[in-house]
């Protein structure tokens, strides 16, 4: 929910609970002072009650947000420990080709030097 919406459900809801509680005064014809006490009352609990309302929106919305926080960081970290896995693939492959190519060259070098003990 946005600020501006949250910063005015207090004032809404007093004011609707004024407008119910006036209407209901007037229908049984109560004195004009009892009217203004009641509606002072009305218009205090429900401006509390609108208060609270907000505190626990609030509340739920920055849980979301932590919530939502820590999945981003938890995404991140799977991406980075695939990443780091991957780099050990690659240096893994890397090690075998130049070890794959080592041996070659070993072989290479005895076949050059049979061939050359073949000559003589």
């Known amino acids: 929910m946005e600020n501006k919406k949250k910063k005015n459900l207090p004032l809404l809801l ?7 509680s006036w209407t209901i005064t ?10 203004l006490i009641i509606l002072l009352c009305v218009l205090f609990i429900f ?3 609108g208060l609270l309302i907000v505190a626990v929106l609030t ?3 920055k849980e979301q947000n ?3 926080t820590e999945k981003v960081i938890e995404k991140e970290l799977e991406k980075e420990e695939e990443k780091e ?3 050990e693939k690659k240096e893994v492959k890397k ?3 130049k070890e794959v190519k080592k041996e070659a060259k070993k072989e290479a070098k005895k076949e050059a030097k049979k061939e050359d003990s073949k000559i003589k």
């Open 59 to 61: 509340s739920f919305e």
């Open 47 to 49: 401006y509390c009650v």
């Open 85 to 87: 896995e991957e780099e």
């Open 95 to 97: 090690e075998a080709k």
């Open 66 to 68: 932590i919530d939502e």
């Open 14 to 20: 007093m004011l609707l609970a004024g407008i119910i």
């Open 26 to 35: 007037f229908i049984f014809q109560y004195t004009l002072i009892s009217k």
